[in-house]
């Protein structure tokens, strides 16, 4: 072949090859721009990257992992081995997955892991095996992910479900099932199980008075006060409003329970001071055990509860431990509750009257409106059947409403009918207080039925200056006192501070408790106290009522003593509306002066 010959067959098979040099060109191009694209995207990821070889040893980390790991290049990790960078505690997880992936999976884990600069962040962790061309993983692609906010907003959120917000002690939800738990270990190992429940004492009564505020801080303190005296393995809980419970798991012994109740009353005994007033953190406390008082979460809560209620009825303040008798207390106030809730549905709440009786004049000076009931079978019955339904608030207001309103038009009555009976009184209880509108309550029924003020008194003990609603009593009792309603301070003498109430407080009428009159002739020191009370009221312009006078020598003595009103079954006993205007009658028909007379006068009179 000749030199001009093969110039032209080297021309043309290099003009044959030339598209097919610009294609590989153009695809080593492509691939430099694909490779650059795929550094930008790794570089610029927010996760973590890393290359591991075969070996485990780390071959290239982007910065974000650089980062997470706290660490300023890639060199002080490329080459170590990837297990080696996980602490001790997630080391064994990570070689699991990095195992994983080596066979050829997609291996994913969640750890937490500390940063040099001492932060801790949680991080999902996926390992994915890069493929040869037989289809055998030749590296591990590894991407982390932070997911630290993720992870602390489901723990909030698992926390929220648990918890008591305001105390951070666990909820009713979590004491189930920590209760639940402790029941089936004790079931297992032979054990004892303790069950507190806390109830604080007069709670209602610091957020009325002192606001919500005042309630908050008190149920954070007291919540922290628990958890000091508490063994590390007990759980507290905030079952809602003011009630607490505890789990003791691991008794050994009964008596257990009753050292730790006086470790938490002797840490409720120390002074709680808010807005610069001295507030009471006492509380009262019922306890079950297990298997004694129960064997099931339900049983326990319920006998505690049985408890608690025992140590409320009891003065507060102290400990019950659940003993089987206090089931059928509780049914038998729970069924006076019942009792009294149907007899005001069915109007047989009634009053009946006991007159007042005027020392001086010897006739009707007033009535006090006397609680009766009368039983689904007709019988008429003493309020003592029902002693219970006046701790209970709803049933408490509803018979003082059924009250209230029948002594009101059953004055307006007598008024319209032109009998001189004086005046009505009606008992008035803590609990009528705590709405803050029972001075509202009776003047509008005393307006509707338009009975004069004057005709009307409020009989108070001094148990409601101390009890829930106290901060309304002051404020109802002055409002009464300038609408012309008479305010009498019943059973005096048998609280405490009544000085001082007698001072705050409009009083017109001093009430002497019975108990002092019967008494009068077995010693020296009730007549001196009767003596002292009947001066006392002398000198403030205070008028004086002597109840439970049954003796013609007991109405004697305080008539001649000065007192202005007698009232007991010596005159009469509680009687039915419709007894009344004769009642009245026969006092003014009998009516004499009684000061001075000797006495067989008085046994003339009253024979």
Known sequence: ?????????????????????????????????????????????????????????????????????????????????????????????????????????????????????????????????????????????????????????????????????????????????????????????????????????????????????????????????????????????????????????????????????????????????????????????????????????????????????SAKAAGRGGLMVFQPEMRAEVQRRSAMIARARDAVQDGRIVPYYQPKIDFRSGCVAGFEALLRWRDPNGRLRKPAALAAAFEDFEVALSISQRMLTQAVDDAARWLDQGLAFGHVAINAAAAEFRQDNFAERVLESLSAARLPTRRFQVEVTETVFLGRGSEHVERALHLLSREGVTIALDDFGTGYASLRHLKQFPVDVIKIDQSFVRDLHNGPGDAAIIDAVLKLGKSLGISTVAEGIETKEQAAHLAEAGCNYAQGFLYSKAVAAERVPALVREFAVRARPVIGLKDDDLAMRYS
């Open 1 to 309: 072949m000749t030199s001009m010959a093969c110039t032209r067959e080297f021309a043309a098979a290099q003009s044959a090859a030339l598209p097919a040099l610009a294609e590989l060109v153009g695809t080593e191009a492509a691939l430099r721009e694909s490779e650059a694209l795929n550094r930008s995207i790794v570089e610029a990821s927010s996760d973590g990257i890393k290359l591991i070889d075969l070996d485990g040893s780390v071959a290239f980390i982007n910065p974000s992992g650089c980062k997470a790991l706290g660490i300023s290049a890639p060199c002080d990790v490329v080459g170590r081995k990837w297990v080696d960078t996980w602490p001790l505690t997630t080391k064994r997880m990570a070689l699991c997955a990095l195992q994983q992936a080596m066979s050829g999976q997609v291996a994913q884990f969640t750890a937490e892991r500390v940063a040099m600069d001492g932060s801790a962040k949680w991080w999902d962790i996926v390992l994915s095996p890069v493929l040869g061309a037989n289809g055998k993983p030749v590296r591990l692609v590894c991407i982390s992910r932070d997911v630290t906010q993720q992870r602390r907003t489901d723990q909030q959120v698992r926390w929220n479900a648990t918890h008591d917000p305001l105390t951070g002690l666990p909820n009713r939800r979590l004491f189930n099932a920590r209760l639940g738990e402790a029941v089936l270990a004790a079931e297992a190992s032979g054990g004892r199980v303790g069950l507190l429940h806390l109830d604080v004492d007069h709670f209602k009564n610091i957020n009325d008075a002192l606001g919500h505020d005042a309630g908050d801080a008190l149920l954070t303190i007291f919540a922290e006060r628990l958890t000091r005296v508490v063994r590390s393995g007990d759980t507290i809980a905030r079952l809602g409003g003011d009630e607490f419970a505890l789990v003791l798991p691991g008794l050994q012994a009964d008596q257990e329970i009753s050292e730790i109740v006086q470790s938490i009353l002797l840490r409720m005994r120390e002074p709680f001071v808010y807005a610069d007033r001295v507030l009471d953190c006492r509380a009262s406390i019922g306890a079950s055990i297990y298997p004694a008082h129960g064997r099931s979460p339900d049983e326990l809560l319920k006998n505690a509860d049985i408890a608690l209620y």
